[in-house]
């Protein structure tokens, strides 16, 4: 069995965890699975997860804030009472319901409003969490769907 690993830890996402080593060959971390390094695949010796340190590794989930209504209004009359992503014409009364989409997604940022746009819920549905290089590049990828 080979041992060319240190470091070994239980890496915490969430709620979710797994387990991680260094490995002296590939000079990386890598997951261990099936007692098997990911990076290059060698074995390593079964261990108790009880046994490791265990490192958080990402935040715990965000609470998203629920935004007033002034501000729905200020950003749906910033964008001219269009969809940021494919410009059909949306209403905070009556028509196509308005979504409030991350551009970022929520996941990796915040609430800021400077974060936000109004969007269909056809366009925010299909956007989800995906992430992308700009607006345009979301909008591009919308009139492809």
């Given at each position: 069995?080979?041992?060319?690993?240190?470091?070994?830890?239980?890496?915490?996402y969430?709620?979710?965890?797994?387990?991680?080593?260094y490995c002296?060959?590939?000079?990386?971390?890598?997951?261990?699975?099936?007692?098997?390094?990911?990076?290059?695949?060698?074995?390593?010796?079964?261990?108790?997860?009880?046994?490791?340190?265990?490192?958080?590794?990402?935040?715990?989930?965000?609470?998203?804030?629920?935004?007033?209504?002034?501000?729905?209004?200020?950003?749906?009359?910033?964008?001219?009472?269009?969809?940021?992503?494919?410009?059909?014409?949306?209403?905070?009364?009556?028509?196509?319901?308005?979504?409030?989409?991350?551009?970022?997604p929520?996941?990796?940022?915040?609430?800021?409003?400077?974060?936000?746009?109004?969007?269909?819920?056809?366009?925010?549905?299909h956007?989800?969490?995906?992430?992308?290089?700009?607006?345009?590049?979301?909008q591009?990828?919308?009139?492809?769907?």
């Amino acid at each position: 069995m080979t041992e060319s690993i240190k470091q070994r830890h239980v890496a915490q996402y969430g709620s979710v965890k797994t387990e991680r080593g260094y490995c002296e060959e590939c000079k990386e971390t890598a997951f261990i699975v099936d007692n098997r390094l990911q990076c290059c695949g060698a074995k390593v010796a079964s261990i108790e997860l009880d046994d490791l340190p265990t490192y958080q590794l990402s935040e715990p989930r965000k609470k998203r804030k629920v935004l007033k209504l002034a501000i729905k209004k200020l950003i749906l009359e910033f964008q001219s009472g269009k969809c940021m992503y494919c410009g059909c014409k949306l209403s905070l009364t009556n028509g196509i319901k308005v979504h409030f989409d991350h551009v970022i997604p929520f996941i990796n940022s915040n609430t800021s409003e400077h974060n936000i746009v109004a969007t269909c819920d056809y366009c925010n549905l299909h956007k989800n969490d995906k992430m992308f290089d700009s607006i345009t590049d979301i909008q591009i990828y919308m009139r492809s769907l």
